[in-house]
């Protein structure tokens, strides 16, 4: 079983200050993936990073693959209100696994 | 395109009834996965199909049935449903060769 833990559970931060989150797992993906999902709709995809110690830019979002590809980080600058939702990783192995994801919540 | 879509968007089922959820696209993508997402336990994949004719089991397919006749419809069964089968119920399609998946809207079941 290829277990992605996700880190922390819930985050709750004020407008402008900035946050990473993470997820980690022991096992080796080929690729991994990161959504957003908000309340009563489906998670939407935001990244995929695939080369070990990958580093792609969105905007004010910021996601990092490990060097071992075994781990991942979402690192948002100076957040907004409409960042809030659950983020949630999955690791790309015999099949998608999923985190359970970090809610994250930004208060204006 | 209208993407991917699901029905029934709510549902409420008394244990042993059966149902079928509905899941389609158009976006003509081979691969396609039935998830469910309980609190605290992320998403789990229940079952999926690499195209048309074939399907496989994920993580937790006891209980649930699928098929795959033409590529834009894969639908979900629960032959018995049980209280354990309340969850919210996501499908998914794939683009490409690095599984970016599409969800769509998901039902919520609740079983009694």
């Known amino acids: 079983t290829q277990l992605l833990e996700q880190s922390p559970q819930f985050l709750s931060i004020q407008e402008g200050e900035n946050l990473t989150v993470y997820c980690n797992s022991s096992s080796v993906f080929s690729s991994l993936q990161w959504y957003r999902q908000e309340p009563g709709e489906g998670p939407v995809l935001l990244v995929t990073v695939v080369t070990g110690g990958e580093v792609k830019k969105l905007k004010r979002l910021t996601f990092q693959f490990g060097d071992a590809r075994k781990d991942s980080s979402l690192h948002i600058t100076a957040a907004q209100p409409g960042d809030t939702g659950l983020y949630l990783c999955a690791g790309e192995g015999n099949d998608m696994r999923f985190g359970a994801g970090t809610r994250l919540t930004v208060k204006p | 395109n209208a993407g991917v879509t699901q029905t029934p968007k709510f549902q409420v089922l008394k244990t042993g009834q059966s149902m079928t959820l509905q899941c389609a696209q158009d976006?003509?993508?081979?691969?396609m996965s039935w998830y469910r997402q309980d609190p605290g336990m992320g998403l789990r994949l229940i079952h999926y199909s690499v195209g048309a004719g074939i399907t496989d089991q994920g993580e937790v397919p006891n209980g649930y049935n699928v098929s795959r006749s033409t590529t834009e419809d894969f639908p979900l069964r629960l032959l018995s449903a049980a209280p354990s089968q309340t969850s919210v119920y996501f499908c998914a399609s794939t683009t490409g060769t690095i599984n970016e998946q599409f969800f769509g809207p998901g039902t919520r079941l609740t079983v009694l």
């Open positions: 976006m003509n993508h081979e691969y």
